[in-house]
T-cell receptor, first 114, second 115 residues
């Protein structure tokens, strides 16, 4: 049973389209994250939610809109996709106050914008 | 603001040789430090972590790291490399951000193991 699962694993789409990535965790954690990993493997945090509340919002274009319907789910919707959005997007979770920020990652969703 | 520097984006070792991956950090408060490993087409998984206490920490797959405050380093080592160790390794630092832990990753080091 996968702890942090993301769907879809691969997306290929045209510029200007809108796409969504879903994430679910069954670890009972209260905090979830979206990270972007570029082609050089650099990992940058985008958003973090704690119990459905947005707590970290890095400098990300407002075309990216996260949504957390409950603490076990964090989805990412991207409008008007651009070439530079091509990357691997990782969902992660952690428990606030525990393990000092240890993160549990999903397997990633590879987005390719043509 | 916290930051992490990993020296060497690529490291090659022979099978059976010592693995040494370097990490230096910058943090305004006592840091929590981590090493994560990423195998091809997978997410990151925790190798080991330093929070408080013993400065030499042991992780999975025979890896260990030593926290050296005076050198602001947290280098990762393994006495004998195995082919299965080939992966991307990320050092990370965690710092309190308004009551929450914000994790910052280094740029990663790709470990190649030569038979």
């Amino acid at each position: 049973d996968t702890a942090v699962s993301q769907t879809p694993k691969y997306l290929v789409t045209q510029m200007g389209n809108d796409k969504s990535i879903k994430c679910e965790q069954n670890l009972g954690h209260d905090t979830m994250y979206w990270y972007k990993q570029d082609s050089k493997k650099f990992l940058k945090i985008m958003f973090s939610y704690n119990n459905k509340e947005l707590i970290i919002n890095e400098t990300v274009p407002n075309r990216f809109s996260p949504k957390s319907p409950d603490k076990a789910h964090l989805n990412l919707h991207i409008n008007s996709l651009e070439l530079g959005d091509s990357a691997v997007y990782f969902c992660a979770s952690s428990q606030r106050g525990k393990a000092s920020g240890e993160l549990f990652f999903g397997e990633g969703s590879r987005l390719t914008v043509l | 603001a916290q930051s992490v520097t990993q020296l060497g984006s690529h490291v090659s070792v022979s099978e059976g040789a010592l693995v040494l991956l370097r990490c230096n950090y910058s943090s305004s408060v006592p840091p929590y430090l981590f090493w994560y490993v990423q195998y091809p087409n997978q997410g990151l998984q925790l190798l080991l972590k330093y929070t408080t206490g013993a400065t030499l920490v042991k992780g999975i797959n025979g890896f260990e790291a030593e926290f050296k405050k005076s050198e602001t380093s947290f280098h990762l080592t393994k006495p004998s490399a195995h082919m299965s160790d080939a992966a991307e390794y990320f050092c990370a630092v965690s710092e309190d951000s308004g009551g929450y832990q914000k994790v910052t990753f280094g740029t990663g080091t790709k470990l190649q193991v030569i038979p």
